[in-house]
């Protein structure tokens, strides 16, 4: 079993001022609904990331979330791979 830590972006383009209410996050004054996908960075190359991440962005994500296969970086504990 892979260990994992996740960790979202979020894609927000020109944004002047981004805040929580408790409720939803309000962007420029106005509430948004964040429409979320995943990207899996093991499973794809780094010349294909920019493509994924505009197919998202035309599929009308707002939000790319992926994960981090800690085990792949640290295949001994307190021993970090480049």
């Not at 020109?14 to 960075?41: C, K, M, P």
């Not at 035309?58 to 939000?63: I, K």
Request: glycine letters at 8%; zero cysteines.
């Amino acid at each position: 079993m892979s260990v994992m830590k996740w960790s979202s972006y979020v894609m927000v383009s020109s944004a002047e001022n981004v805040t929580y209410d408790g409720r939803s996050l309000i962007i420029d004054g106005q509430r948004r609904l964040l429409f979320s996908g995943s990207i899996h960075y093991p499973r794809s190359t780094p010349e294909m990331w920019p493509s994924l991440i505009e197919k998202a962005k035309e599929g009308g994500l707002d939000v790319i979330q992926t994960y981090v296969f800690w085990n792949l970086h640290e295949r001994k504990q307190g021993e970090v791979s480049e």
